[in-house]
């Protein structure tokens, strides 16, 4: 996105407006040049704005995350109020658009006419005469697994965005990247960085912190959800126990200890999976401080508090 020509393309394609009607872009944040390694993960979040009266957010998430929906509205949300200080008026804001490219379905439900559409956008409008309540706020997302395979003469600009940001061969790049002058200028930018040296390893830095972030968190899933069933029933098993002689002295001794184990497996379990996504949090805490990340990424990542990853981090 730091070529303004490809910018321009890439906006064109998503918000359904002529490559012309865009008078500028500008880049507002500068995660794409971060000094610290703890900042790295920063690259998936580029903030934009466009002709002066729109703000556009556009996000990479590589792992699957099914608070996806939840989260970009609270960024979103935090844009659009981020633009008002007190004493201005209400008509200071400016449209706020959020842009999600994501490795994974989002949305499962499919297509009632087969195929499941990659890109869904997002307004706020009436329930059942669909006139809006705002344009301040707009939603579009890719979802690139949905992509259809092979490449079709005619498809639209946004799917030959899609299929090039998706794209791993230089085949694919270079074929994309002759059918449209605003990916031909990205790929040209791209070929610019893989010859600067400093650029180029910047750039594979960049993909390490990616690829360390989703082992991390694919770890922490797996040893937190272990971790928490076996706990959690073990915990279950006990309390059922317990609870069943108790009870079972009322009503019947054998009656009581089946009834209590059953309820406390139960019990036990949904324990476990609560404590298994705390423990996920905690794992991916642990091993995001032992790489040194930034204590403020590691809370927003982990959805720990800042107070309980500052605790494990005197740990």
Not at 16 to 39: A, F, K, M, V, Y
Not at 236 to 255: F, L, P, R, S, Y
Not at 282 to 297: E, P, R, T, Y
């Amino acid at each position: 996105m730091m070529d303004e020509k490809a910018r321009t393309g890439f906006l064109s394609a998503v918000l359904g407006i002529q490559p012309g009607d865009i008078r500028e872009t500008r880049i507002l944040n500068t995660s794409l040049r971060q000094e610290h390694g703890d900042e790295k993960l920063g690259i998936l979040d580029v903030r934009l704005l466009m002709d002066g009266d729109r703000e556009i957010d556009i996000e990479i998430q590589l792992t699957e995350l099914g608070v996806w929906a939840d989260r970009s509205l609270f960024y979103l949300a935090k844009m659009l109020t981020g633009q008002i200080k007190p004493g201005d008026s209400y008509r200071v804001f400016k449209k706020c658009v959020s842009i999600s490219i994501l490795d994974f379905r989002l949305f499962k439900e499919g297509s009632p006419h087969g195929a499941e559409p990659f890109y869904s956008c997002f307004h706020i409008r009436e329930d059942t005469r669909h006139f809006l309540y705002t344009d301040k706020m707009e939603f579009h997302v890719i979802e690139l697994p949905k992509l259809p395979k092979g490449l079709k003469e005619g498809c639209s600009k946004l799917e030959l965005w899609a299929k090039f940001i998706n794209s791993e061969e230089k085949e694919d790049f270079d074929m994309i990247a002759q059918m449209d002058p605003y990916i031909e200028s990205a790929y040209k930018k791209l070929q610019l960085i893989s010859q600067d040296k400093e650029k180029r390893q910047e750039y594979e830095a960049r993909e390490k912190a990616i690829r360390d972030h989703c082992e991390i968190m694919l770890e922490a899933e797996e040893r937190g959800w272990t971790q928490g069933m076996e706990k959690g029933i073990a915990q279950g098993m006990e309390q059922g126990i317990a609870q069943g002689i108790e009870k079972g002295i009322a009503q019947g001794i054998e009656k009581g200890i089946a009834q209590g184990i059953e309820k406390g497996i139960a019990q036990g379990i949904a324990q476990g999976i609560a404590e298994g996504e705390y423990n996920k949090s905690v794992q991916v805490a642990q091993d995001m401080l032992s790489k040194n990340f930034d204590i403020n990424i590691i809370s927003q990542i982990s959805k720990l508090p800042i107070e309980a990853v500052e605790q494990l981090k005197l740990n």
